[in-house]
């Protein structure tokens, strides 16, 4: 993929989302193919500083959610291909959605993975999300060709 990182769909029945439907924050999207509506995995990322840690980048993360209506279930620090990631699973009270959240950091990129259904049907969805987040690899950075000399 053209964002830094791969994903594959093996295992699952989701696909990606066309690209002109994904814009939004630069943004790529996988969901059901046979459900516009439902369930939906958004990708996500974001330069930050190459310093600052996993840790503090989502601590200010945490402090906002229950300002936006968001009630945390469980936050959970693991190892996603051997790279420290994070998982917050969240609800929100006011839409009756689940959420699940996986952050990774790599130098000064984050990637934000958000699994978001209803709460009736997030069971089903988070298995075909956590299907998919657990292919994610961050491309390696090409080296600069050597310059040719004459």
């Not at 995995?41 to 840790?55: F, I």
């Not at 959420?99 to 984050?110: A, H, P, T």
Request: aromatic share 8%; charged share 25%.
């Amino acid at each position: 993929m053209h964002k830094g990182f791969t994903l594959k769909t093996d295992g699952s029945t989701w696909l990606p989302v066309s690209e002109t439907e994904s814009t939004l924050l630069d943004t790529v999207r996988f969901a059901a193919k046979e459900s516009s509506l439902g369930g939906y995995l958004s990708v996500r990322t974001e330069k930050v500083a190459k310093n600052a840690s996993l840790e503090l980048y989502t601590r200010r993360w945490m402090r906002d959610y229950p300002n936006y209506g968001f009630e945390i279930l469980s936050s959970k620090p693991f190892a996603l291909r051997g790279q420290p990631a994070l998982v917050v699973d969240l609800l929100s009270r006011s839409k009756s959605k689940q959420i699940r959240q996986v952050i990774l950091k790599n130098d000064d990129k984050v990637a934000i993975m958000t699994c978001m259904d209803s709460k009736e049907s997030f069971a089903q969805s988070v298995q075909q999300c956590n299907q998919i987040i657990k292919t994610f690899q961050w491309n390696q950075e090409a080296a600069p060709a050597p310059a040719l000399k004459k």
